[in-house]
């Protein structure tokens, strides 16, 4: 299982440029990339709050946020497809799609920007199963998206690997009883990852072949 944004794509360019766009229409001033960046990982509703509050943990008022919401959307919609994978992703997902096994992408972004966004990539058909931050009642750092993959390849979740880049996926792998690998250069909200934290460290996905039997 792979998570998106961060580990197989970088999206960050683009949901910055929307965000931003974003906080234009609303007249405020706009953010510095990396402050936006910081913000990636838990989905879009909370990236806009955490843009509008600029808090992590923020809550705007109910109808700025719906208005901001719509605003997003509406300019992510326009590049959403114009982000590219990281290197080594293509080839690494080659070589673990040659070992014949099932694979998955995990993300919290909305349906309707993953599905374009893995098309355009090129990377839509190396996956057997994708599940948005929409597709289940709750998302990571939740681990029901990984538990309901699991249970629709009939595999142990003791048995399956996510591979992410943030502290919301090793929350998740850890809740479900998956093996967890991470890569460093993806979106943790500035911090390093605690590599106690999980089963190895890769530093891009053409080293995650070698992991496996």
């Not at 806009?48 to 992590?56: D, F, Y």
């Not at 919609?77 to 994978?85: E, G, I, L, Q, R």
């Not at 289940?136 to 699991?150: G, S």
Request: charged share 20%; net charge negative; hydrophobic share 45%.
């Amino acid at each position: 299982m792979f998570d998106l944004d961060g580990t197989l794509i970088h999206t960050a360019p683009e949901i910055a440029a929307a965000a931003n766009l974003m906080l234009a229409d609303l007249g405020r001033e706009i953010l510095p990339y990396s402050q936006v960046e910081s913000y990636i990982g838990e989905g879009a509703v909370v990236l806009i709050k955490r843009c509008l509050t600029e808090q992590i943990d923020g809550e705007p008022e109910a109808t700025l946020f719906a208005q901001a919401e719509s605003l997003f959307f509406a300019h992510y919609a326009n590049n959403v497809a114009v982000s590219k994978p990281f290197d080594g992703v293509v080839e690494g997902l080659q070589a673990i799609w040659s070992k014949n096994l099932k694979l998955a992408c995990v993300t919290n972004k909305p349906e309707k920007f993953t599905l374009p966004l893995l098309k355009e990539s090129g990377l839509a058909d190396f996956f057997d199963l994708v599940v948005s931050g929409d597709s289940l009642p709750k998302k990571k750092p939740h681990p029901m998206q990984l538990q309901y993959i699991c249970t629709q390849f009939d595999v142990l979740e003791t048995e399956s690997m996510l591979v992410g880049d943030s502290n919301t996926d090793i929350a998740a792998a850890q809740a479900a009883g998956c093996f967890i690998v991470t890569v460093p250069y993806g979106y943790n909200q500035g911090k390093t990852i605690d590599e106690s934290q999980v089963d190895a460290t890769i530093n891009d996905l053409t080293a995650l072949s070698s992991l496996l039997i």
